[in-house]
Every structure is written in C-alpha cells, then in structure tokens.
C-alpha cells in the first residue's frame, strides 16, 4: 500500500483526454501536472511515546515489532479517504501514531491492552489501512500518546472444518490471502469489496463490510460464524454453534465494533466451494426508477444473482461501471445494471433464465456479457483513478447509505441535491453519480461518487459537502453509512441513528470492556 494513494503504484492511472475533456468541460478544473512527493519529506509531529513505554511494549512484543520509525508511522496516520490523501498532501506537520506495535498472538496482544490500560496510552488496531471514515486516525483523547496495533501477523487459515463450510481465519488475513488459502481447498469466502485487495478479515469485521457479491454471499457479518475478542479486561470467544437462542447475539456486539470495544484477532467464517461456472449480463434500463424497480423484483421474487448493481444515468453516461471506458462516449444510453450468477451450471443457467423474465418484464434489455465483463475486468481499479483526479486538481469522494425501496427515489434526490447546492454555493458545482450495488427484499443501498474542481482548501470544501449530504442523509430517513462504517467521519450522526438510549448501551459495553477508554477513543460512540 502506498503512503499518499490507493493500493500499487506500477497500477497508477494516465487520465485520457476523455476524462480531462469532461473535467475541463463540465467541471471546470484547470488540469495540472502531477507534483512528486517524497514520504521522507513529510513532516511528522514527534513520538510522544516515552522510551521507557516503548521499551516495555517491545519487551511484550519483541524489539522489531515496536516501531517508531519514519515509513512505520506514516503508514499508519490514516486511512485511504479523500480527507486522507489530502492530508497527506499536507506540507505542514502531520498527526501519527507515536510507535507501531505489532503483536504475534492473542497474549500479547492482551498483554499489550493491559500495559496501554494501566499507563494510559491510547490503541488504535490496524487491518489493511483502508478505512473512509477516519477509522484510523491517531486520535490521543485525553491520553498522552497512542500506538498503532497492527494484526499483520495474524495471517493464517488456522482451521477449515469441510464438513461444516466453516473457516477459521487470522484477522490479519487480506482478501486476496483468505482466497488463496481456501481456494487451496476449493473453497472461497466470497467477499469481494471493492478494497478487497488490501482489506483484512478482522477489519471486515470490525467494520461489518459488504462486498460487491453481497446478494448471493451475504454481507461480512452474515459470512461470520465467530469472533475471538481480546478487550483489556479478557477475551472472549463468541459463535457456539450455527444459530442459538441463549441470549441476545455477542458476537454480533463485536462485529462493527471498529477497535472501540476489543481487537479481534480470528474470525470464524462461513465459506463455500468455488463456483464451476459464472455467467454475467449487461442490462439496458430506460431510467433509475424503471431499473430499481426491476431490482427490487427481483429480489423479492426471488432468483437472486450473485451480483446486482444498477448505475443512474450519470454514472451510465460516464461508464464509471466500466473503468476502462470511463469518460469515452457511451453505447449504452438509460442505465446499466449487471448481473452475475455462480454455480453449478444447470443451477447457473436455470436461475438466470428465471431471472432474465423478470427484468424483461420489468423494462430490461440484455446488452449480453460484455458489459458484465468490462465491469469485473476493473472492479477493483477505481480508486486509482481518485488519486489522478486529485492530483489533477479535482475533487473526488464517494458516499454511501441505505434504505428501504419505499423511500429509494428520495434519499437519492435528498442527497443529490444537497451535494449539488452545497458544492455549487462554493463555487464549484460538482458532478454526482449513484448507483445500487447491495439489495435486499426490503432495499438497498445508494453509493454516490461526487467530482468536482478542487477549491482553495479543498479539505474544508469537502467537509462542507459531506456535512450538508450527512444531514440530508438523516433528514430524508437513511442510515449514515451502509457499509463504510461510522470511524471519526459519521459520528457526528450517530446519535441521530441510535438515539440517546442506544449510546448509552454502547458506553456501558465499552466501560466493561474497557473502562480506561484506550481502544480507539473518538471514534463510532459519541
Ligand atoms: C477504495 C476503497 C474501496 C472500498 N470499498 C469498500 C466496499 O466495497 N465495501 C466495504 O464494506 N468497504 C469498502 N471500503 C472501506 C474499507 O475497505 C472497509 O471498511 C474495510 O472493511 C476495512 O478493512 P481494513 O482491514 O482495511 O481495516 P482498517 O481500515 O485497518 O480498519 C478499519 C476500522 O476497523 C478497526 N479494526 C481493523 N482491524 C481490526 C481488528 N482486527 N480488531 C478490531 N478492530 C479492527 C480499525 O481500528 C478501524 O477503526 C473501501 C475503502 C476504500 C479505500
């Protein structure tokens, strides 16, 4: 992972002229170059961690796991969001991590909790470093320093019972790890974010990720059987069996947590075999509504496939479904949706004839395979483009929430129109995008990618937009993220989404597993 941008650099994206027409054209960005930037040249605020704390630490984890250099901190100051990058674009000094430590197993990590526990130091745990809600940034609170605990180590398939479809897996564990591991068995996880090539199995959890085949997998916390928590006061080990009724849910405390209540260190998952056959489709609809609708059929008809998304009409327009052909004039015309059916063959091709009557009856024209397969050629490579609209002097955020199907058509507008005027009255008027990638019988999400030219400050201007899009999102009934998670970011709206009451059951689990408040203070519980 890079230190100032998404994912490997040999992956870097050129815009096309496409892409600079429309931002000069549409936008009014005036295209600049590139400026190179150096991480030895990124001034860092100094370690506020005393030696003898940092010698006590690498005496639980050993002298290289705890770390206080330069690259180590840097790579831990934050997440991957647009406020992220920015600040790293940053030339005054930046907020990090005052050391990185990086435990080997459960006991030290409980041994470390308890150290930063009794001499107050704040912990912030560390996946893949992918956060987009601030989920990682160093906040100190009323603590002296605070350490990155990163769980890279935790990198292993630790148990795969075939019989019951159910794997034991490190938190540390990437996506593509966890698929190569199983898929060694013939088995595969299938959760397929569009992060999924840096993101972890602990952060999946911790955040209650969805990935991009979540109609037929499920998202991440219906994949979880189990959890192994380790918090300052104990470690607890949740998920007996496949469904109980003693009690209310713990696990279900954990997973969401985001490092507020206790560093997961194994997760035991639901997996299945690897597909024999995968079938995809491109769809025409004529409108948003005319292709929700459709959606929502058939979901609730049943006939589900694997992947379902629906782009608007700006984001057809653009072929943001297709990275590849971004800002190229489009064929499609009204809206595109994809679909992807995995099996066995004759249960591949039997639900996706169920499947193609209901969208045909619901306004869909096939476009054949190969919209579906443009879109699964870039599915993961999106987030380099940010990085070159950024440094071409755009502005660029995606957001995200969700509804129920009654109440889709406005929150999209809701949002769309409080981006639109916020960003507009500071005198850039963006472009807003949407699209549905995760329903269900009852909803489904809304995901807006926002590009506009950059302001003189252009963290303030994104702040301002996702402020006034944040307070529509409540307004209008969503919830403030669907899949993002609530990090630094969304929890100005969490009381909103969980009301008085609702904070006050978080802070109680947070007192008892945590009653000196070390584990990632600031973030998710207001
Ligand atoms: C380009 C891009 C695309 C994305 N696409 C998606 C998407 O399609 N779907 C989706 O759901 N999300 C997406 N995200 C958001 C992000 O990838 C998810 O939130 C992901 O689950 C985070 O995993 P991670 O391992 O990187 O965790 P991190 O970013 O390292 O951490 C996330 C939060 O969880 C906590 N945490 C991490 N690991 C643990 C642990 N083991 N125990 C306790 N707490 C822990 C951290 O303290 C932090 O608060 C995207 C992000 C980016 C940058």
Redesign the pocket.
């Known amino acids: 992972m890079q230190w100032d941008a998404?994912g490997a650099p040999e992956k870097h994206k050129v815009l096309s002229d496409g892409i600079k027409g429309l931002l000069q054209q549409a936008l009014g960005v005036t295209i600049r170059e590139p400026s190179d930037r150096a991480a030895d040249d990124v001034v860092l605020a100094p370690s506020a961690l005393s030696g003898q704390h940092l010698a006590a630490l690498a005496g639980i984890v050993g002298e290289r796991f705890a770390s206080t250099t330069h690259a180590d901190r840097l790579l831990r100051s934050g997440?991957?969001?647009t406020l992220d990058l920015l600040r790293r674009r940053s030339t005054a000094p930046q907020n990090a991590p005052d050391a990185v430590v990086t435990p080997g197993t459960d006991a030290e990590v409980a041994d470390v909790l308890r150290y930063c526990a009794a001499n107050g130091i704040a912990v912030?745990?560390?996946?893949?470093?992918?956060?987009?809600?601030g989920?990682?940034d160093p906040v100190r609170d009323r603590f002296d320093a605070v350490v990155s605990l990163d769980?890279r180590r935790?990198d292993a398939l630790i148990d795969l019972d075939t019989d019951s479809g159910i794997a034991t897996l490190g938190?540390?564990v990437?996506g593509p790890l966890a698929e190569e591991l199983l898929g060694a068995h013939g088995f595969s996880l299938g959760h397929?974010?569009?992060?999924?090539m840096?993101?972890?199995?602990?952060?999946?959890?911790?955040?209650?990720?969805?990935?991009?085949a979540s109609a037929g997998y499920g998202r991440?916390e219906d994949m979880v059987q189990g959890l192994r928590?380790v918090t300052p006061t104990g470690t607890l080990d949740t998920g007996r069996a496949p469904a109980s009724a003693a009690g209310p849910d713990l696990g279900e405390l954990f997973v969401g947590?985001?490092?507020?209540l206790?560093?997961?260190?194994r997760v035991r998952v639901r997996v299945h075999a690897v597909p024999a056959t995968t079938v995809r489709e491109g769809w025409r609809f004529p409108d948003f509504e005319t292709g929700a609708a459709a959606l929502r059929a058939l979901r609730q008809e049943g006939a589900v496939p694997t992947v379902l998304r629906l782009s608007d009409e700006a984001e057809t327009a653009v072929n943001l479904a297709t990275t590849d052909k971004i800002g190229e004039e489009t064929v499609t015309g009204g809206c595109l949706a994809i679909t992807t059916f995995e099996g066995t063959a004759e249960h591949t091709a039997e639900r996706t004839a169920e499947a193609r009557a209901v969208l045909q009856a619901h306004g869909g024209t096939s476009l054949g395979e190969e919209p579906g397969n443009g879109w699964e050629h870039g599915r993961f490579d999106?987030?380099y483009l940010?990085d070159s609209l950024l440094d071409a002097g755009a502005l660029c955020e995606?957001l995200e929430t969700a509804t129920t199907w009654g109440n889709l058509a406005a929150l999209r507008t809701a949002v769309t129109t409080a981006l639109t005027e916020s960003l507009s009255a500071q005198g850039t008027p963006p472009l807003v995008l949407c699209h549905i990638?995760h329903t269900y019988p009852t909803g489904a999400s809304l995901y807006f990618t926002v590009v506009s030219a950059q302001a003189d400050d252009p963290i303030e201007q994104w702040r301002k937009a996702k402020t006034a899009a944040g307070d529509a999102i409540v307004a209008a009934g969503g919830t403030i993220t669907h899949?993002?998670?609530v990090?630094v970011d969304h929890r100005p709206w969490m009381r909103d989404e969980i009301g008085d009451l609702g904070v006050t059951i978080l802070r109680a689990v947070k007192d008892a597993v945590d009653p000196a408040g070390i584990l990632?203070p600031g973030?998710?519980i207001p």
Do not use: D
């Open positions: 998404w997440g991957k969001s912030v745990p560390f996946g893949g470093g992918t956060s987009v809600v989920g990682l769980l935790f938190a540390g990437t397929f974010p569009q992060s999924f840096f993101a972890t199995i602990g952060g999946f959890a911790a955040t209650r990720s969805s990935g991009q991440f928590v947590s985001e490092g507020t206790g560093v997961i260190t999106a987030p940010r995606t990638s899949h993002h998670a990090g990632n973030k998710l």
